[in-house]
């Protein structure tokens, strides 16, 4: 069979698969690495990945399973260099394609969705002797991600053991274990617990690694060595030097940004004005992290009751209950799935809001080989378009039309970087319905805005950017909604 390359380049398919949660914990059970971008789906929503994403080593070995079962004669291997360039999700269709061989070696790349995830290369030749290694810094084993800041990361050093046997690596990779020897296959792993588990650590993301063969093998037992080398925090990147297990080399990682917090009930009473929202009953969608916390924190701290929707992080909304409840506010949780019909969950809303904050989003940023996905589409109408008018109607319905709504909309729907088509489309039927939601109904106020990028879990990136204080700017876009409702009443009653 064969496969096409991200340039439509026609490759030899050396493996194809979905990954599972199955397979995710069977890899964490051998290496050691449950670093919550990958085994988490509440966790890693606040990381870069926004899902749980496959271990890139994981991926690697799943290649050159394939490649050594489908081709076992290959000569011997001297080095191995491999790039991680895009996330693997799970239940995405995975294939390992073989691009090029020849007398001196083979490229394989890992394809997700068709884009190119993973380049492997691999370049014939004879193991080197083993180094001389010496025992710096401690063994390190931890069972929960190590947390750094960038500046311990430099000149960090030490040993990482096996976490399991050997054997527990080679029953998940026979192939692979039987060409390029067990102990390699397990370094191998060990190398991900390393980057997932101690440094970067907690928050990290697997670059790249260049690797030697060394022999033997188990010259340094079932361990790695490992010292950083450059630490670049421009990138956030770090070199770490490794050997052991028949390996003698470095690798790179990104000491990813760790999840934003939004600003402290201290910090937004600075900026609002007593109790400026006192009376006004407020119901916010998505109300548990990124823009939606902060509107929920500044109606607290102005004095308003408060509902907060969450959809699965209900951690994080206990948690920011108990920040405004510290701060003297008042402020229920429940739990809202904008997918699933408003009417029934909206019975356990206590009281009658007169402001709703629709911040329910998906993952914004995605990874497509193509222009333009459907599914991608679907989930963003579903959200931005379907959901509100859905929440809209049932509390019309249930309430009557005395209420005021808030719709964000995007300034991407005029100015789009790659892979946001969707996002934008769906942005822009949000705010056509707005439009004729106030011109063809009875549908209460509605005010949409095209938000600016703020900073949120979303928006977060390796490299740090400026942009606009969202405290000012949610403060004025509340306080003209709190304005205009106050106006509604007035007239309505004169």
């Not at 969608?285 to 916390?293: A, K, M, P, S, Y």
């Not at 408003?342 to 206590?350: H, M, N, R, V």
């Amino acid at each position: 069979m064969v496969s096409r390359s991200e340039h439509g380049v026609a490759a030899p398919l050396i493996a194809d698969k979905s990954f599972t949660v199955v397979d995710q914990e069977r890899f964490a059970a051998a290496s050691g690495d449950r670093n919550p971008i990958h085994m988490d789906v509440v966790a890693a929503r606040r990381t870069l990945a926004g899902q749980p994403v496959v271990h890139g080593i994981h991926a690697l070995l799943w290649s050159l399973d394939g490649l050594y079962q489908q081709v076992p004669d290959l000569p011997a291997v001297a080095s191995i260099s491999v790039r991680f360039e895009k996330m693997i999700y799970l239940g995405v269709r995975t294939s390992a394609v073989l691009v090029d061989r020849s007398r001196d070696g083979i490229r394989l790349d890992v394809l997700s969705e068709g884009r190119t995830a993973v380049t492997v290369r691999l370049v014939f030749g004879h193991p080197v002797p083993s180094p001389e290694t010496c025992d710096r810094g401690e063994a390190f084993q931890p069972r929960e991600p190590i947390s750094l800041t960038f500046d311990d990361m430099v000149d960090y050093q030490g040993c990482a053991p096996f976490f399991s046997p050997a054997e527990a690596v080679v029953r998940l990779f026979p192939y692979a274990a039987r060409a390029l020897g067990g102990e390699r296959i397990a370094g191998l792993a060990c190398s991900s617990f390393i980057v997932g588990m101690i440094c970067p650590g907690r928050h990290s993301m697997y670059r790249s690694l260049k690797f030697a063969t060394t022999s033997p093998a188990n010259a340094d037992g079932n361990r790695l060595h490992f010292s950083v080398t450059h630490a670049d925090p421009r990138f956030r990147l770090v070199r770490l030097a490794i050997t052991g297990a028949g390996w003698h080399g470095s690798l790179d990682a990104h000491a990813l940004p760790p999840p934003t917090s939004q600003p402290t009930m201290d910090e937004i009473a600075t900026k609002v004005v007593g109790d400026e929202f006192r009376g006004t009953s407020a119901l916010v969608i998505g109300g548990t992290r990124g823009l939606g916390e902060l509107i929920g924190k500044i109606l607290a701290v102005g004095g308003a009751d408060l509902t907060l929707t969450y959809s699965v992080g209900e951690a994080d909304a206990h948690g920011v209950q108990a920040q405004i409840a510290g701060h003297g506010g008042r402020c229920e949780i429940m739990r809202y799935d904008v997918r699933a019909a408003a009417d029934g969950q909206l019975q356990s809303l206590e009281r009658m809001p007169d402001q709703i904050y629709y911040m329910a989003t998906p993952q914004i940023f995605r990874q497509s080989r193509s222009l333009f996905q459907q599914k991608y589409l679907d989930e963003f109408l579903a959200f931005y378009v379907s959901g509100f008018y859905d929440l809209h109607a049932a509390l019309r319905q249930k309430y009557g039309t005395d209420f005021s709504m808030f719709y964000p909309s995007s300034i991407y729907v005029d100015t789009r970087p790659r892979d946001m088509t969707e996002y934008a489309m769906a942005k822009a039927a949000g705010e056509l319905l707005c439009a004729d939601m106030q011109a063809f109904e009875r549908s209460g106020r509605i005010v949409m805005r095209r938000l600016p990028r703020l900073p949120t879990d979303q928006t977060a990136s390796l490299v740090e950017e400026r942009m606009a204080d969202p405290i000012d700017l949610m403060v004025a876009i509340i306080r003209e909604i709190q304005a205009g409702q106050v106006a509604t009443r007035a007239t309505s009653t004169t």
